[in-house]
């Protein structure tokens, strides 16, 4: 572990000394593209034809109900929401609804991807829970808004603070208006980020839920023993792409493909398996339901991921100059959220894996002396030592690991 930390700003240095004539290649093309890049999407407030697509061929095929919804938020973004109401025996729900929140570079689908055994949406539904599948703005399902389509820049202009201030706000308030209750929360990754800092600012978020489940919990990243994902916020990629126009950050794209080649060939970074060396070595994730399309997200989203691996504080989206911090926020730095502030009797249950690159073992314990004033009966830990981030959503065994452990948590509140 320290061996590794002390030769991490080598090969730092080595990547930024070496990558730079072939970077000069990748910015002419990034323009390029980005110039030429259209999806022909009007601005919209009809229901996007992708969730119809969610709902037959991930959901109804496995033989649950599916409803479609959609939530605009404060900020004018359309996002698409799937209900799962009833499980397969058909039976009505008898428990609190519980909203899921899936991570970065992901969506909704995520809870139900593998079989209905193994999936937590659908396991959900079957234990009589009525299930609500969020999906960010930016995804297939959430490209809506009211005046900005995704070709505006300013499509673009956000990141998980928005997430947290707007999508969250307007999925719980859905939520709670369509069934009448207090939810459960489930997040994974970015969710659980989205949750930390809703909870910590926002009383009408907390005074809506029951209680949060949070999957490989992300507050604090400086101790990320990804390297590729280390050694891209370091190298300020978000921040490159974003001044080249570049504002959707798009993961299939060429461009992105091109700069990560640039990371992958560089010493000490092995990505012969690309999503290890983003995420730790899954486990117990069943190959033949990898092959996914990752989702877009903002380039400033990850600028401002990136800014967290750089500092080691959970703050808002720093602007990278006094002055326009001091526009912004009234200050010359960003604000911090304040992990302490979360209520204290609030219910969490926190979930994280020994073999998580992003979720480090050391981070989370960082944010648990945080939550060290949290009512002991209301703060629930679980270390599941031979995961890595992906196996908390799709592990064949995260039944068993996690979901029962967290229906238990539920059952209490
Ligand atoms: C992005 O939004 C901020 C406010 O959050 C605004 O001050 C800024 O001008 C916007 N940037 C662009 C490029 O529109
Ligand atoms: C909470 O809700 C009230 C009433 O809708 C609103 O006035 C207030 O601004 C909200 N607080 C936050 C932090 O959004
Ligand atoms: C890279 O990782 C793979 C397994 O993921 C391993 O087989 C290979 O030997 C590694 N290469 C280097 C140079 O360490
Ligand atoms: C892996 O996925 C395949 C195809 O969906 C399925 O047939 C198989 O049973 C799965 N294996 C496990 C252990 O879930
Ligand atoms: C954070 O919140 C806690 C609990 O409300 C408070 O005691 C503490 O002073 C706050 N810390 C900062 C830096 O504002």
């Not at 990320?224 to 280390?230: E, Y």
């Not at 092959?291 to 997200?297: A, E, M």
């Not at 959220?337 to 480090?360: A, H, Q, R, T, V």
């Amino acid at each position: 572990m320290a061996g590794a930390t002390g030769i991490l700003p080598i090969i730092v240095a080595i990547i930024i000394f070496s990558i730079i004539p072939s970077e000069i290649e990748a910015r002419t093309k990034l323009y390029t593209t980005a110039v030429v890049h259209d999806h022909h999407e009007n601005p919209t407030n009809t229901i996007s034809p992708f969730q119809d697509d969610f709902c037959k061929s991930t959901v109804e095929s496995k033989g649950y109900s599916c409803q479609q919804h959609q939530v605009t938020t404060e900020d004018g973004y359309i996002l698409g929401l799937q209900r799962i109401p009833v499980g397969r025996s058909g039976k009505q729900a008898d428990k609190p609804p519980v909203l899921l929140q899936h991570g970065i570079f992901s969506d909704g689908v995520t809870w139900v991807r593998n079989s209905p055994e193994e999936s937590l949406g659908f396991i959900l539904a079957d234990n009589g829970y009525d299930v609500w599948l969020a999906n960010s703005r930016g995804t297939v399902y959430s490209r809506g808004h009211q005046s900005l389509t995704p070709n505006d820049p300013d499509y673009w202009n956000w990141s998980w603070d928005e997430l947290a201030a707007y999508d969250l706000p307007a999925f719980i308030q859905y939520v709670h208006d369509q069934t009448g209750q207090n939810i459960h929360y489930v997040g994974h990754s970015l969710g659980t980020l989205m949750a930390f800092a809703a909870l910590s600012e926002d009383d009408n978020v907390s005074s809506k839920l029951r209680s949060a489940a949070l999957l490989s919990p992300i507050a604090y990243l400086n101790q990320i023993r990804s390297l590729l994902t280390k050694a891209a916020a370091y190298l300020f990629l978000g921040d490159q792409l974003y001044w080249l126009g570049l504002h959707e950050f798009i993961p299939k794209s060429q461009e992105v493909s091109k700069l990560l080649g640039n990371i992958c060939s560089k010493p000490g970074i092995n990505c012969s398996d690309i999503l290890a060396a983003f995420t730790g070595l899954n486990c117990c994730i069943n190959s033949s339901t990898i092959d996914v399309d990752p989702q877009s997200t903002a380039t400033r989203n990850l600028i401002h991921l990136a800014q967290m691996i750089r500092k080691g504080t959970i703050a808002k989206y720093d602007y990278g100059n006094a002055d326009e911090n001091m526009k912004q926020y009234g200050k010359p730095t960003p604000p911090l959220y304040n992990m302490s502030s979360i209520p204290n009797n609030f219910p969490l249950l926190l979930s994280y894996g020994g073999k998580d690159e992003l979720s480090d073992v050391n981070d989370v314990s960082v944010l648990l002396e945080k939550l060290k004033d949290h009512e002991q009966d209301k703060l629930v830990v679980q270390l599941v030592e031979n995961y890595a981030h992906l196996d908390f959503v799709m592990g064949v065994n995260a039944n068993k690991v996690v979901y029962n452990p967290l229906m238990d948590f539920f059952g209490l509140h």
